[in-house]
């Protein structure tokens, strides 16, 4: 079994009275051990279809109450492993995960190959409307959210719209029709050529201003609930005997190196030292600030607002099919309970940039280089949305929901994913650290694929992932986006340079604070 030193705090369960605890970044003496244990001695390589570690190896999932890392150790599980640890600053469903949230539609990305066409954006939905190998994970995941028991309860197959009044993304979503019906799945898809159409698919768009709209109906699809879904996705964890350790021995601040420069476990804020035969590093938004990517990841926020609506609003709802514009935005149909209708506006994200020093980085650099850190909801609950977001969702209700254009948004809040320029996971062994294996680069795709994400981590583990996926999500520094598959659009506007969303102004501006190594937020290293 796992070894914990120094342990400080419960290892296995998570009480509610743990501080609220940023991931922590790394001091630059850890920084600089490494650096110099990675120069002493590379790591060996490892042929690709070489099983890292047999299944009695001791494996740790840190960010593992999130989506990726909650995948991850479930496949795990299932796959017979006896002794993984799942690491997360809060109880699974973590509140750093941006999964960890009422539920998920998906959105677009602009035009891509017919073999690595990206699906969905910050906030995806469950559905089969994708191509290549993103329409083979999709269509698998689609599989398992309607019908594994784990997952079916918070699966809503209810369809969705994906529409446009412009011409330029009508080309690329009359493209994407004749990709799905090319691969044998033009009964899963309809062409919607104007209103008419449109509100034959859904009526709730009644009095809506979509004159001149058209575009891509896909009625294998529809929304997940994201939290109940991780929840449940942690009870089965439970079931299989999943350790885990949270709060302040469960949040990290640095990787644990064997002589040889290989990792050994990891290094927690409070002194507990997890050792392991292999970490699996899942940490989503908050990967680049944790450890040395090379650049290659970006976090963005998102945001969301909601409306309450009556019981007969929501009724009059109900079973509707998820609306995206290109230009707009997206919603769904209510939650089943709470009736509550979430709305989110479309554009590029929203970064937060910090100077942070990242496990790996150079311990010699005279500053430390500004990385987009999330700033957790969790931490700032008084945290709301820029005004010029609010502005953009408030247009939406006027476009496609006029009746509800004078209701107060409530819930508003920033969702956090962290981006690949190609939009393509970051799904490798660390070319520095070997025994480490990297689970991160959201790109907006993985919530719809929690169901399949850690299967394709497992088979990178047991050396079963095909070469063509290897390719694809392999350790990129540098490469950008070549084939045109990331999110395109302009350069993301830093949150703090816009108003409306900070509510706590007796704080410090994070640009003012250096993040490192058990540093709290509010402290300077």
């Known amino acids: 079994m796992g070894q914990a030193k120094s342990t400080t705090a419960n290892p296995t369960t998570s009480s509610p009275s743990v501080p609220s605890i940023p991931p922590a970044l790394p001091d630059p003496s850890a920084a600089s051990a490494a650096s110099a244990a990675s120069a002493s001695s590379p790591p060996r390589p490892r042929a690709p279809d070489q099983p890292m570690v047999p299944k009695t190896a001791r494996i740790l999932v ?8 909650s995948s991850t150790a479930l496949h795990l599980a299932r796959r017979g492993y006896t002794d993984i640890r799942v690491l997360d600053v809060y109880e699974s469903p973590s509140a750093n995960s941006a999964g960890n949230d009422l539920n998920k539609v998906s959105r677009r990305r602009r035009a891509a190959s017919a073999t690595a066409t990206a699906a969905a954006a910050a906030i ?3 559905g089969t409307d994708s191509t290549g190998v993103w329409g083979e994970l999709s269509i698998e ?10 997952f079916k309860p918070h699966g809503h197959a209810v369809g ?21 019906i090319a691969e044998g799945r033009g009964d899963t898809v309809e062409w919607l050529k104007d209103e008419e159409a449109i509100l034959s698919k859904a009526p709730h768009l009644k009095g809506a201003d979509i004159k001149g709209w058209r575009g891509l109906y896909c009625s294998s699809g529809g929304w997940v609930a994201a939290r109940d879904a991780l929840a449940s996705v942690a009870r089965s964890l439970r079931s299989y005997g999943v350790k885990t350790a949270f709060g302040t021995s469960g949040t990290f601040s640095s990787l644990l190196l064997s002589p040889d420069g290989s990792c050994a476990g990891v290094r927690c804020v409070d002194g507990t030292e997890w050792s392991a035969d292999l970490v699996v590093f899942a940490a989503g938004a908050w990967s680049p600030g944790l450890i040395d990517l090379e650049g290659q990841c970006e976090s963005k926020c998102w945001v969301y607002a909601h409306v309450q609506l009556s019981p007969d609003e929501a009724e009059r709802m109900r079973g509707a099919p998820t609306v995206y514009n290109d230009k707009l935005g997206f919603f769904m149909e209510p939650h089943p309970t709470t009736n509550i209708l979430k709305l989110c506006n479309e554009f590029p994200g929203f970064t937060h940039l910090t100077p942070a020093r990242p496990f790996g980085s150079d311990p010699g650099s005279a500053s430390s280089p500004l990385i987009s850190v999330p700033r957790s909801h969790a931490d700032h609950p008084t945290d709301t949305i820029p005004a010029s977001s609010l502005s953009d969702i408030r247009g939406l209700i006027r476009t496609c929901l006029p009746h509800l254009r004078d209701r107060p948004l409530i819930n508003q809040a920033m969702c956090w994913c962290t981006d690949m320029p190609d939009a393509r996971w970051l799904l490798c062994e660390h070319p520095r650290w070997r025994n480490l294996v990297l689970a991160t680069g959201d790109s907006g795709h993985t919530f719809k694929m929690l169901p399949v994400v850690g299967r394709e981590v497992v ?5 079963k992932l095909p070469e063509a996926r290897r390719e694809l999500w392999k350790w990129r520094p540098g490469r950008g986006d070549p084939q045109h598959t990331g999110r395109g659009g302009p350069p993301p506007k830093d ?8 509510h706590d102004d007796e704080e410090p501006s994070s640009t003012e604070t250096e993040v490192v190594s058990g540093v709290g937020p509010t402290e300077t290293a």
């Open 141 to 150: 995941a689609w599989d398992m959210w309607t019908s594994d028991p784990v």
């Open 62 to 69: 840190v960010g593992g109450g999130g989506t990726m890392g």
């Open 124 to 126: 995806p939905i469950a």
């Open 495 to 502: 949150i703090a340079d816009l108003p409306g969303w900070r």
């Open 459 to 463: 088979d990178l583990i047991e050396g």
């Open 160 to 180: 969705k719209l994906d529409l446009t009044s412009n011409d330029a993304r009508e080309k690329e979503l009359r493209a994407k029709y004749e990709r799905i």
